[in-house]
């Protein structure tokens, strides 16, 4: 249209010369002059042939090159001479059947080189053309644009007075409004214009649309288009500015590389709906602007994409301060938001881009019941930006209730914090990476096999060399490559319970077609097993495969492992250990070297655990464990001793078993092969070189099968040496141990213990026999100066014991024979001063009893009450100078006197034993001054 007016441009000086023509030059001047004028005015390649010329009207042939925008076809134009000459005006121009081919630059604009301007030309004006009517019917257009071709088939009529209604056709092949945006379909126009009013059109639209490098196919669309300043926009080659609305009655979107599966429409629309085509409907109000095309959704009916699977996306309305989407010469700016609903999840997705960074788009997602790649979340929130030129992106994420599967292991309910970089290989696959000075935070989550439950309670995945998770797609394999830092979990294996916490752990995950391999390097980590067991600073690495159908196998390496029972009073101390652990068949296999935590040897340990069942057996053998003063000692490795047993040597030899699964069974066999120690408790000092093997056939807590002998060289218990002794004792199991019979050797006689009772927390009653003591040892041993005696003593002592503290509870020696007591020793001399002491000190100078008993009560370690009672004859000298003999009587004697016996008895010894004396120093010399 703009072509054809400017056909008119110069109306006065054409016409002048077509009325000139006819009143004196006839027609075969009229195409000369006509020719001239034009040329002169700028329309170098029009060509005029005159069919028709009158004074009321001409009929003419116009010609022009294809391309050069000037129409060729008929032109008939009716005019009033007067009018022609004194107001350069004429009534009616109509274009017929006319061709116009022109061509748009990148920018829209037509270009016209058959059309120049002067630089005195004059500015096209509605009112200005040389005509009252304007006709153009049955044209074609043919517009060549960069991308392809626009045939336009047209019908129009202006008048001054009425103004511009048009209708057309509009064919396109391949054309495009702007270099990123191209068609193929048909264009249906018809359009009203009133003077000084905005130019409506209303349209219809079938055919594909590219935007970009995405299409929309079988589109049906209709709508209508408001310009306003029409009037100058018709006339002069000006940027229109136009604003409608689109409503698509249907369409097909395929989407392209940068918004298609290479930038996430898979999380939009679900695996299968990414790659295939998209059902379009919906309402946009569209606006072309500067050569751009805006695109918003201001109200409903909203933009709606419909996929397979029942997926869909529905682009939220967002008002017109923050449009659509941007098409122009500068590039392409997308704002979306959109509500999915697809087999992917459903919730809000944002897209944004940016024309200074075009290949860069910003997203946030706010889903529900996610399923993507093999993954799963009950909730994701993410926001980040993706480069598809890059393939590559970042983004900030907290997801819950996620999970995946990699072969026959699953992870589910992971609650997930933090940021990734994900990269899009152009041959496929994907790859996932904790960025540098990042982490993620896994809150919890749940990693299981057909046999094995890890329950994750906390943790944080640090950087790796590698990425996170890393796959070519199809069947390549998946790897999986993390630092795992502080790791707190649960793990549920059959009925083995363990729980772990402050775990680290390199971890590495492989899933093939065959199955999932997993190899982790482990380092601390502290927990229990089954609440049974503790173990603390563990190290070492697992080896583990996974195959797609049968059961896991692996490997252990055990570098390091403190290992404890997990109660509040031990029964035996921690351990350590080292070794392998192998896994096969639902059963771990383990051979371990057992050590002190100090790393003092103890043993190794072998044994197997069946996974489902929770059963296995270990078996423990020592080898000859050496006690030193410095070194290991029983208390060590069995707390319960601590208090009981002091510093001990010697050798001891354990070998033990364990069986769990229906109950726990142990046994144990242990050899003792001159076993010294202090104690047990207080009343005994030591006791040296026990020997013999004692079996249990229980250890929680101890039971012997039968009973069990012990030689003992000697029980050091002060007042009795007992020296070459044999206990018999059974353990029947209710934390106790019965003495069946021990005797040892005492002072010429012997000292004995019928079944007696001791409880493990060091409370009994136990009646200690003595049988035909000799009265004469026993008085050398109490090494009273001048003291001798003859005779025999049996008796009972009965021992009241309370967690190893002894008490004598009326005991009694007493004679079985007549003897004697005879004293003369220093003490005589407080006789010269007391009468009554001489008389008791004549006496006990040949004292011959015929009864003679001693009753005993107090505790060992402390006062002891001794009552003597004495019946026989003594020798009492006569106080008078008339009288120089002895007389002979008989005596009935009752004492009693209350001694500390065993601090008196230690003073009896260090007096007599020199090796006694240099201890004592030695010992006294190393205490601290109070």
């Known amino acids: 249209m703009r072509a054809v007016l400017a056909l008119l441009s110069r109306p006065f000086a054409i016409l002048a010369q077509l009325f000139m023509a006819v009143v004196i030059a006839r027609a075969p001047l009229t195409e000369q002059l006509v020719s001239e004028a034009l040329h002169q005015r700028g329309l170098t390649d029009l060509e005029l042939d005159i069919h028709r010329l009158a004074l009321t009207g001409a009929d003419f042939v116009v010609d022009a090159p294809p391309g050069s925008g000037i129409p060729r076809g008929t032109l008939s134009v009716v005019y009033d001479p007067a009018d022609v000459l ?42 200005a053309l040389p005509f009252e009517e304007f006709v153009i019917s049955d044209s074609t257009f043919l517009v060549e644009t960069p991308e392809g071709l626009l045939r336009t088939q047209l019908d129009a009529r202006f008048t001054q007075q009425a103004g511009l209604t048009l209708d057309a056709n509009i064919v396109s092949e391949g054309a495009g409004l702007t270099p990123r945006i ?67 009655v249907s369409g097909v979107l395929h989407l392209g ?14 695996e299968a709906a990414a790659s295939a085509p998209l059902a379009v409907s919906g309402t946009l109000d569209a606006r072309y602007e500067d050569g751009r095309v805006t695109l918003s959704t201001v109200a409903p009916p909203a933009l709606r994409l419909a996929g397979i699977e029942g997926a869909s996306v529905t682009v939220l309305p967002r008002g017109e301060a923050i449009p659509l989407a941007q098409f122009g010469p500068n590039g392409m700016a997308v704002s979306v938001r959109m509500a999915v609903a697809s087999p992917t999840g459903e919730g809000e997705f944002t897209l944004a881009t940016r024309p200074e960074v075009p290949d860069d788009i910003a997203f946030t997602a706010d889903l529900a019941d996610l399923h993507l790649a093999g993954l799963s979340a009950a909730a994701l929130r993410a926001e980040g930006h993706f480069t598809p030129k890059d393939r590559r992106g970042v983004v900030n994420l907290i997801t819950s209730g996620a999970g995946t599967r990699l072969g026959p292991l699953h992870l589910d309910d992971l609650t997930l914090t933090g940021s990734l970089a994900a990269l899009l290989p152009e041959e496929g696959g994907y790859e996932v990476a904790i960025p540098e000075a990042a982490q993620l935070r896994v809150e919890q989550g749940r990693l299981s096999t057909d046999q094995t439950t890890f329950t994750l309670n906390g943790g944080t995945i640090l950087p790796a060399a590698s990425a996170l998770v890393k796959t070519t797609g199809g069947k390549a394999p998946l790897r999986v490559a993390a630092r795992a830092r502080s790791w707190s979990l649960t793990a549920q294996a059959g009925q083995t319970k363990m729980a772990v916490n402050s775990l680290d752990t390199d971890l590495s995950v492989i899933r093939e077609l065959s199955g999932t391999t997993i190899d982790a390097e482990i380092g601390g980590g502290a927990g229990t097993v089954n609440r049974a067991l503790t173990f603390d600073r563990l190290k070492g690495a697992v080896a583990l495969t996974l195959p797609a159908s049968g059961a896991a196998k692996g490997t252990a390496r055990l570098d390091r492992l403190i290992l404890g029972e997990a109660r509040q009073i031990r029964r035996v101390n921690d351990i350590a250990g080292r070794g392998h652990l192998r896994l096969a068949h639902d059963q771990v296999r383990f051979d371990i070297d057992v050590t002190t935590p100090a790393g003092q040897p103890l043993g190794t340990l072998e044994g197997h655990h069946r996974l489902a069942g929770n059963q296995g057996r270990a078996d423990f053998s020592s080898g000859p464990l050496r006690f030193e003063p410095s070194g290991l000692q029983p208390a060590g490795l069995v707390p319960a001793l601590s208090g009981i047993i002091g510093p001990t040597t010697g050798t001891a030899t354990v070998t033990a078993g364990a069986a769990w699964g229906d109950g726990l069974r142990t046994n144990a066999e242990v050899s003792l092969d001159r076993l010294t120690f202090q104690g047990p408790g207080v009343a005994v000092k030591s006791t040296r070189d026990v020997n013999g093997v004692l079996v249990f056939d229980q250890l ?18 002060y007042a009795l040496d007992l020296e070459e002794g044999e206990v018999s004792f059974r353990l029947p199991g209710d934390q106790s141990v019965i003495v069946e019979r021990a005797v040892f050797p005492w002072f010429g006689g012997a000292v004995s213990v019928e079944e007696s009772r001791l409880a493990f927390d060091g409370s009994a009653r136990a009646v200690l026999k003595a049988s035909d003591l000799d009265l004469g040892l026993i008085l050398a041993f109490a090494d009273i100066e001048g003291l001798t005696g003859t005779g025999r003593l049996s008796g009972t002592l009965p021992l009241d014991i309370e967690r190893l503290n002894v008490r004598l509870d009326d005991g009694v020696l007493r004679s079985t024979e007549p003897g ?59 106080d008078d100078p008339r009288v120089r003999e002895e007389v002979t009587t008989p005596v009935k004697l009752n004492a009693a006197i209350e001694v500390p016996l065993l601090s008196l008895i230690e003073q009896a010894r260090l007096s007599v034993t020199p090796e006694l004396q240099i201890q004592r120093f030695r010992t006294e010399s190393a205490a601290p001054p109070e």
């Open 182 to 248: 191209t068609s193929d379909g048909s264009l249906t126009l018809s359009v009203e214009a009133p003077r000084e009013a905005p130019l409506r059109a209303v349209y219809s639209f079938a055919g594909d649309v590219a935007v970009a490098d995405h299409a929309l196919s079988s589109l049906i669309a209709e709508g209508e288009v408001t310009l306003s300043a029409w009037e100058e926009t018709l006339l002069l080659p000006t940027e229109a500015d136009l604003s409608g609305t689109v409503e698509i």
């Open 257 to 270: 590389e940068r918004f298609g599966v290479g930038a996430g429409a898979p999380l939009l629309m679900g």
């Open 820 to 878: 004697t007591i005879r004293y003369s020793g220093p003490a005589q001399s407080l006789g010269d001063t007391n009468r009554s002491a001489r008389l008791a000190f004549d006496v006990l100078e040949n004292l011959r009893y015929d009864a003679l008993s001693v009753r005993l009560n107090g505790p060992l370690d402390g006062d002891v009450d001794f009552n003597f009672s004495f019946e026989g004859l003594g020798d009492i000298r006569i």
């Open 700 to 717: 929680f807590p101890p039971r012997t099968p039968e009973t069990q002998t012990l030689k003992i060289g000697m029980l050091d218990i």
């Open 86 to 127: 004194f107001s350069r005006r004429v009534d009616r121009v109509h274009l017929d059947k006319a061709a116009v081919t022109l061509s748009l630059d990148s920018r829209g604009r037509p270009q016209l080189p058959s059309i120049k301007r002067g630089e005195g030309s004059q500015r096209f004006t509605l009112a």
